[in-house]
């Protein structure tokens, strides 16, 4: 435990060893290639669908459409979600898949079917579907205290408005499943998901079987970030539904532009605030409305939407809050998970409001912040404690003085004096991460865990690896718990006929609920050995413990080799294999009410980050970045750093880079995404990574109750990232006069930066000092073009 090991495919994944769902199609024998029918509308009925031109193309073996669904034809758990839907809800839906030979002559008969349609009013844009009243879901409030005494009591109270833009997973592997049905009608799929008993779950329900029918197994993904915790499923279902109807293998894989086109994305969200503060510049009272973008279903809007409300506080402390949540139906892929799961997006609100409120109340950014952190005792507008706040502290100072802060805020000042056409902006942002499914049931694992007689051991368990070092994580917990060396370990894909009901690998706590099963299972083994080993040591099983591969009594120079011990207790007939179980305990959560205590713990950090923006076109260079983190006792310090490493870079492409565009004009190709390729969609890349990247993990920082006092990783760090986001808010600042207030949008893309800078530059010399008014549309945006995605500006309210 503790040891920084490499990940355990990292030596496949350089070398392209390591096998994916995918490259199973060369050994697969008679395997057919599926391919959509898209639909190149943003909303429309089908009022005709004729198949029989694709069967007349060579190759072509089957059409599959809603006739041949024997069970639910829906690729949901919500029912809203038809897998051949008669009424094309996104440009690009698709309507039926062609089955063939080849994914050649897949393509060409796709292109054969014919569709006709009849237009339907279509929403593209969250505005747009405000104004039509087009919402799906609950609509919850989050409320703590009273948000009207609280604004009246306040010396400063502000507005605005705050549009969140979505984000692509761009995971490297696009979506893939491969089907197969055995004699016995048995379907055994191979899927790239998150979420192999969902996906288990839905094939079963589309084929009309029990799910003792259908396995799922998931080797390994080239990335899910989230985007193949639901979506899987109706792919794997289309390759299920395939295999049945032919008895041959189906493989459902999505090229690049068909992933883009067809699978779900990060929320966007519109966001409306009120916020007020005392005179020193305590927040007293938020009022904010968060509506998201939910795309044409609703998949995990909802739970997306709860976590973002959530973490609306993020590190500050909201003595009276009301937070109002909704998603709007759009014609648009359906929204989805993305690393952080609307925490994100939550936590925007209240950065950004920080970020733009700062120079109007005359405190330093960094100042503001850290004078409204969560103090001892306090609790969440949603009732949960905040246990460690003092932690968020400690990350900060350690921030402060390893990134030598206050020195280099010198130097940007002194450069910004001494250069008219670039600038430069410091900023530091918290993060606090809520650790646990808001859901409580979902917040189970299991795990099996075989000792071979040979010694060697082979472990399940219910979670997936896509990248993020859950494998190499479970490897480190058995071999630490059974007291053998890693090398004796061995690890099974994940399957849902070895462990059964499991929850998604999501929410960061694959390691949390996994290990802790895997670690129990590894107990009970441990314990039967131990006991093995006192009849051969002569001693008491409880001075006996497992140390590198021998069992041996405290002290003792002797003892029993782990392969002795093993093969000694198969011929006493001692159980060799176990199941392992584990519940997080101690959580408690209203959705309703949206009060509780849903999560075991908090994953605090804080992150520095120095910009530089070129005046003249708002491109900017990362010029260090200085992170500490709270893994609490690393597990896998190699893997989290990666994890930390990895989570910031992709929140500064969300934050700063990825700019997901739909055409939202009123011709043909209404709805459709712009942005379908690498070529339009910028994605971070070596040369956006901080020139000078420290990344530093707490120390002494064991989190009592997690597997091994280590906390999750996986997500939190991706709002690290907010502070490159305010440091080019500070930068773009410094082109105008001293205590303007900067609107940024977000993503703050070059071209966002310039429009930025342009209303910083605006402001001339008569900008307002702090306390001034902004009176709305005043100062900052006065005179000048509004460009498409310029937030309005904040104002005294
Ligand atoms: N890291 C890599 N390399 N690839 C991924 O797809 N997904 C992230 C994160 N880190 C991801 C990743 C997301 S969205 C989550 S929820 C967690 O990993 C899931 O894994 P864990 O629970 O084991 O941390
Ligand atoms: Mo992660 S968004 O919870 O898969």
């Not at 049905?181 to 094939?203: K, N, Y």
């Not at 994953?603 to 530089?612: H, K, L, T």
């Amino acid at each position: 435990m503790g040891a920084a090991v490499p990940h355990e495919s990292a030596r496949l994944h350089v070398t392209g060893a390591a096998q994916f769902t995918d490259d199973l199609i060369p050994r697969t024998k008679d395997v057919l290639h599926a391919h959509p029918v898209q639909v190149p509308q943003a909303h429309a009925r089908v009022t005709a669908l004729r198949v029989a031109p694709a069967l007349r193309v060579p190759g072509v073996v089957r059409v599959l459409t809603a006739a041949d669904v024997p069970g639910v034809n829906d690729a949901g758990i919500k029912q809203d979600e038809p897998l051949f839907p008669e009424e094309v809800m996104f440009f690009g839906h698709a309507v039926c898949w062609v089955l063939a030979e080849t994914y050649e002559a897949a393509r060409v008969g796709a292109a054969a079917v014919e569709v006709e349609t009849e237009p339907l009013p279509s929403y593209v844009t969250v505005r747009e579907a405000i104004a039509a009243d087009s919402f799906q879901g609950a609509m919850p409030q989050l409320v703590r205290g009273d948000v009207e005494t609280g604004l009246a009591d306040a010396v400063h109270v502000f507005g605005g408005e705050l549009e969140i833009a979505g984000q692509e997973h761009f995971y490297l592997e696009t979506h893939s499943s491969l089907a197969h049905v055995d004699e016995a009608g048995q379907v055994f799929v191979q899927s790239s998901t998150q979420h192999p008993s969902e996906t288990q779950e839905i094939v079963a329900h589309v084929l009309g079987r029990a799910s003792n029918e259908v396995t799922v197994q998931c080797l390994r993904m080239g990335g899910g970030f989230g985007g193949k915790e639901m979506q899987p499923h109706g792919l794997a279902a289309i390759a299920a539904l395939g295999a049945t109807c032919t008895g041959r293998p189906v493989r459902v894989r999505l090229t690049r532009a068909q992933d883009l086109t067809m699978s779900g994305k990060r929320h966007g969200f519109l966001v409306e605030w009120r916020v007020g503060f005392d005179a020193a510049g305590r927040l007293l009272a938020l009022e904010a409305t968060l509506t998201s973008d939910g795309g044409w279903s609703l998949d995990l809007s909802e739970p997306v939407l709860a976590r973002a409300l959530c973490h609306v506080d993020n590190a500050y402390w909201l003595p009276h809050v009301r937070l109002n949540g909704r998603i709007v139906r759009t014609h648009k892929t359906s929204s989805t998970a993305f690393r952080g799961f609307g925490g994100p997006q939550g936590m925007l609100v209240i950065e950004d409001i920080l970020g733009r409120c700062a120079p109007l109340l005359g405190i330093d950014p960094m100042e503001l912040r850290r004078r409204n952190f969560y103090r001892r005792g306090q609790t969440t507008p949603y009732g949960q404690l905040v246990r460690h706040p003092e932690r968020l502290d400690r990350l900060w100072r350690q921030v402060v003085d390893t990134g030598d802060i206050a020195a280099r805020q010198r130097e940007v000042a002194a450069f910004n004096a001494a250069h008219p056409h670039a600038k430069r902006g410091l900023a530091v942002t918290p993060v606090k991460f809520g650790i646990s499914f808001n859901l409580t049931a979902f917040n189970q694992a299991g795990a099996l865990v075989h000792v071979y007689r040979d010694g060697s051991v082979l472990i399940n368990h219910g979670g997936t690896e896509m990248g993020q070092g859950l494998h190499t994580k479970m490897l480190q917990v058995a071999a630490t718990e059974l007291g053998i060396p890693l090398g004796r370990v061995r690890l099974a894909p994940t399957r849902t006929d070895k462990v059964p009901n499991t929850s998604a690998t999501a929410a960061s706590c694959g390691a949390d609920l996994n290990g802790g099963a895997v670690r129990q299972a590894c107990e009970q083994l441990r314990e039967r050995l131990t006991r093995v080993a006192a009849t051969m040591l002569g001693l008491n099983a409880a001075d006996i413990s497992i140390v590198d591969g021998v069992a041996r009594g405290t002290g003792a120079p002797t003892g029993v080799e782990w392969n002795d011990l093993v093969r000694t207790a198969y011929f006493q007939r001692v159980q060799l294999f176990a199941a392992g179980f584990y519940r997080t305990e101690g959580l408690y959560w209203d959705s309703a009410a949206m009060q509780g205590s849903p999560f075991k713990y908090f994953a605090y950090g804080v992150a520095a980050a120095e910009v530089e923006v070129d005046g003249f076109t708002g491109t900017y260079r990362t010029r260090r970045v200085d992170i500490v983190h709270d893994v609490g006792d690393s597990l896998s310090p190699l893997i989290d750093i990666g994890q930390i490493e990895g989570g910031f870079a992709q929140g500064a492409g969300w934050l700063t880079l990825e700019d997901l565009r739909w055409n939202t004009g009123t011709g043909a190709a209404r709805g459709q995404l712009a942005t379908r390729g690498a070529s339009s969609y910028k994605l971070p890349s070596f040369s956006e990574m901080p020139e000078v990247f420290n990344v530093t993990m707490l120390a002494d920082a064991a989190e009592e109750g997690a597997v091994y006092g280590a906390k999750a990783v996986g997500e939190p760090p991706l709002m690290l990232a907010f502070s490159v986001r305010e440091a080019l808010r500070q930068a773009a600042a410094a082109f105008g006069p001293a205590g303007i207030s900067i609107d940024l949008a977000s993503p703050a893309t070059p071209e966002a930066v310039f429009w930025a800078i342009e209303r910083a530059r605006a402001c001339g010399g008569h900008g307002p000092t702090a306390d001034a008014d902004l009176a709305p549309g005043g100062a900052a945006n006065a005179g000048h073009p509004t460009p498409e995605r310029a937030p309005r500006t904040v104002s005294h309210v």
